[in-house]
């Protein structure tokens, strides 16, 4: 199976429910963009950067998280210094670093199959409203079993195009990718009725 | 939603995630970065419609949001969700119901012109549309200049757009799976 | 016991299956004829994957065509190509998704995913990702699948085809050992050479109908 970003550890963040963690996530995304102020926002990514060493993260693992965005974040500093002052700048640019950092921090400590049985139980409640929990893991399932089946597809197509000459050409490799995508979801369907799941027993 | 729906959508899920494996292309001059991974948004809306294209896409950024990499470049987590490019990524599940309804409508009946709008539609104007809302918000600018700093990304989906039409209208001939129901 | 009373098949204009009647009981039957000749058809109609146009299929007590979600868990099917067949990413995990139908106890379900991986020789790989297996173990998981409900019919769809000649030859001997009465369509005629009973279809229409000794040799001279 594809592993996921987690990266083990016993801290208390690590401990923590995932659903728990998301509610922080979202309370401190709203937070951010409520108070605009910058040594308030300042103060909150300085908390967030150092539960990373509380969760047993170095200087490496939260420069990872930062890196992807960093130029991005130069240049919003940039336009708001043209615009505005440094202190916008500085806003702008603590704000996103704080929630990108808390998000991944979450990430980073919640285990895939943690993040999955709490999805589970959020949607419950959701049954009324048409949300089938079997049907989602299920789906959630096969979308894990299928991407190293997809993948081995795609390079054995790449390869027969690269024979004939068309390796360059994206089109010759999606259209065949799709086509026998459809047929396999064509057996796939056989296959899963075959062996008794019906889709309709727990009503949806 | 039968067994088949079902499997289409994790399948397009798939699909996604596996176009994301392909190295990004670099375009000249500006230096942009083009990965094929959006694609599959537009592919999912154009080949499935819009109720099990938007799933579909739905369903990869929940495997996304638990912290799996599939994001083009390995990424994943909620970080990269709801960071600076947040609008563009939620966006896709949108982008992908549009493109799904508005190849539904077009569909018996559907040229090359009537493709290439619907999926221009979902894949630029509604995608940019909440991708730059998103950004115009982070970063404190307004929508007019966010919009003009994502303009670069324009010729990359314009390419996007190109191979979806074709795409789209090959598999409608070999493999139609929208059947016009309204 | 398998009836069959006057079964056609038709998709759009092609009659896939022509007014089929016939008694199945023996414990292995063997279902060859060429590509499109209405064989696949066939064997679908024994667990209501296909449905008849008209005519009926009866299996046991049931018909598959209104029974059809009942009766698979009597009919177990195995299809050619085990990397569409395996559903979940992790080996356990695919073997316990049938079972959900079953609705049986937790430690049966265990008891039963231990004993099917025992007799594969997949205890080894039980934690393992599914997509890491062999192609010959990934046809034996597909087969475990299948047996971990216990049904009384197993059919088997060209179940040899993708493999190479060692698992071919691992398929056929778990297929040779199974108690239940096993239908088998293939292209590899040496998979069915001792089988019981072999119907050969041509265009919808059952050619042959004898033992592999008789009907095998025609099927060869029909097939030059």
Known sequence: MIAGLYIDGTSPLHRAGAGIKILAMIALGTGVFLIPDWPVVTVILATVLAFYPLCGFGPSVIWAQVKPIFWLLSIFFAVQLWLNDWQAGLLVVTRIAAIVLFASLVTLTTKTSAMLASLERAMGPLRPLGVNPEKVSLAISMVLRFIPVIATVASEIRDAQRARGLDKSILAMVVPLIIRTLKMADDVADAIEARSFDPDETAS | MNTKDIVYIALFAALTAVLGLFPPLTLPVTGVPVTAQSLGPMLAGAILGARRGGLSIVLFLVLVAVGLPLLSGGRGGFGVMIGVTGGFIFGWAISAFVIGLLIEHFWNDLTVIKATLAIGFGGIVVLYALGNAWVAVAADISYWQATVGAAPFLIGDAIKVAIAVAACLAVRRSYPLISKAR | ?224
């Open chain 3, 1 to 224: 016991m398998i009836r069959f009373e006057n079964v056609s098949v038709q998709f759009d204009q092609r009659r896939v299956l022509d007014d089929i009647s016939l008694t199945l009981t023996e414990k292995r039957i063997a279902v060859v004829g060429a590509n499109g000749s209405g064989k696949s058809t066939f064997v679908r109609l024994l667990n209501g994957l296909q449905t008849a146009t008209s005519g009926t299929v009866t299996v046991d007590d049931f018909n598959p065509a209104k029974d059809g979600r009942k009766l698979r868990r009597h009919v177990g099917f195995v299809f050619q190509n085990p990397d569409n067949q395996i559903v979940y990413p992790v080996v356990e995990e695919d073997l316990a998704f049938g079972l959900k139908a079953l609705k049986l106890p937790k430690d049966e379900v265990h008891r039963r995913i231990d004993e099917i991986l025992a007799r594969y020789d997949l205890t080894d790989f039980k934690t393992h990702p599914s997509h890491l297996l062999s192609g010959g173990q990934k046809q034996l998981l597909a087969i475990s699948g299948v047996l971990v409900m216990n049904p009384r019919y197993v059919i088997f769809d060209e179940p040899t085809t993708l493999l190479d000649l060692r698992n071919r030859n691992r398929v056929e001997r778990a297929i040779a050992k199974l108690d239940q009465t096993v239908i088998t369509v293939s292209h590899d005629l040496d998979l069915i050479a001792d089988y019981d009973r072999v119907l050969v279809f041509d265009q919808g229409k059952i050619a042959l109908d004898d033992t592999p000794a008789n009907a095998l040799s025609k099927y060869r001279e029909m097939m030059a």
